[in-house]
């Protein structure tokens, strides 16, 4: 199979650091040029599973803005300009849950949307995760920290009580990692 080719790229809407919007001009394997199509440009980002020594797992309940009412979720955030995301994902814990990790699990890179860009999450599972210190969060929606087993998670997951779809693949796939190499079988 081959690769779509991107022949002319045009930004038609710049929001800052958090959102552009391009149209690019492509050609199609077979020849075919389409002269609109939409691209998005949004950071990449990390998100990280802690584990703690016990097997437990930390997440967050909280708001987000395009979420009706709460959402279970993993801590991340966007990776800042220069920074690799392992190091953006230990950033992350640290801030946001005031947490470090002695052992880190990389589980892959992954788009958010196959044809139209936006960024790309890096996911990880960190184990013996521990809090070391108080959260310093930046962010604007409210959130509380929970503990939860892994059975707990799957149930959320198959509840629907974690509502973005980003955050349901980043647990899910954390979640077989640790079933593949029976660590913490709940």
Known sequence: ???????????????????????????????????????????????????????????????????????F??????????????TAAKRELREEMGCEAREWIYLGSFKGNGNHGGGTGHLFVAFDAHIVAEPQRDDLEEMELVELTI??????????EVKVLGWIAMLALAILYIQEQQRYLT
Request: aromatic share 10%; no cysteine; net charge negative.
């Open 73 to 86: 979720a993993p801590v991340g955030g966007h990776i800042d300009s220069g920074e690799d995301p392992l």
């Open 1 to 71: 199979m081959q690769q779509w080719k991107t022949l002319k790229r045009e930004v038609v809407f710049d929001h800052g650091k958090y959102l552009k919007i391009e149209r690019h001009q492509i050609e199609l394997p077979n020849g075919t040029i389409i002269t609109d199509w939409p691209w998005i440009v949004s950071p990449d980002y990390a998100l990280v599973m802690p584990v703690t020594d016990r097997g437990t797992i930390y997440l967050f309940r909280q708001t987000k803005y395009a979420v009706e009412g709460t959402s």
């Open 151 to 160: 059975g707990q998670v799957k149930e959320k997951l198959l509840a629907g």
